[in-house]
Structures are given as structure tokens and as C-alpha cells.
Nanobody
Framework: QVQLVESGGGLVQAGGSLRLSCAASGRTFTDLAMGWFRRATGKEREFVATVLWNDTFAYYATSVKGRFTISRDNAKNTAFLQMNGLKPEDTAVYYC????????????????WGQGTQVTVSS
């Protein structure tokens, strides 16, 4: 079993920044892609970003491209999501995910999910 623990969520004003962290354990970290999804109230899960094992190939949803940066530190078995220029529409529970996805934007393509961390952006 892979364990994922998110941290770093909170309340921030529009235009502010947050950095989410995801600590992974239970399986070889470098063999897996890591990413982030989010779910806003009343909406379905939405792809945010994914980074592959070597931190070279990253993929972003159009809605966050240019504002969010995903990265990973394999030595610490940790992934990060740096969120800048936050908007009220970014308000959601953010979930760390990992696995070997065949379609990076599909929630069901990932094998493991964390419990989520709340991000609230006020206007």
C-alpha cells in the first residue's frame, strides 16, 4: 500500500500563494508519476498537474498553466505544488495522487490517493 499525506493547504486572498506538499511512502517513489487533482464543492474531480519520475516532464491543466508549478524531490519522497496568483475558482480540496497513469488527466488512471487538503481563496 502506498501512503500519501498532503499538507500546506489553507486560506489565502486572491492573488496570494500557497505551496502544497505530498509525502509518499510504501513503494519506490521514483518509479511512479505523482500529481494533483482537486474537487470543488458541487463539481467533479479535476486534473491539476502531474510530474513524471525524473522531474523533467510535467503536465498542467490549462486553467493553472503559468500559475502553478509541480515538482518532486525523490530523495525526500515528496512532491510539491507551488500555487501562485491564486483565484477564487481555485478553491477546492486538493488531492495528491500517484501511479502509472495511461491518461494523465483521468482520475481513475491513478492508483493511490491522499486524503486531501483544503485550499480556500477569498475575494
Amino acid at each position: 500500500q502506498v501512503q500519501l499525506v498532503e499538507s500546506g493547504g489553507g486560506l489565502v486572498q486572491a492573488g496570494g500563494s500557497l505551496r502544497l506538499s505530498c509525502a509518499a511512502s510504501g513503494r519506490t517513489f521514483t518509479d511512479l508519476a505523482m500529481g494533483w487533482f482537486r474537487r470543488a464543492t458541487g463539481k467533479e474531480r479535476e486534473f491539476v498537474a502531474t510530474v513524471l519520475w525524473n522531474d523533467t516532464f510535467a503536465y498542467y491543466a490549462t486553467s493553472v498553466k503559468g500559475r502553478f508549478t509541480i515538482s518532486r524531490d525523490n530523495a525526500k519522497n515528496t512532491a510539491f505544488l507551488q500555487m501562485n496568483g491564486l483565484k477564487p475558482e481555485d478553491t477546492a480540496v486538493y488531492y495528491c495522487v500517484t501511479g502509472t497513469p495511461t491518461l494523465i488527466h483521468e482520475p481513475t488512471a491513478y492508483d493511490y490517493w491522499g486524503q486531501g487538503t483544503q485550499v480556500t481563496v477569498s475575494s
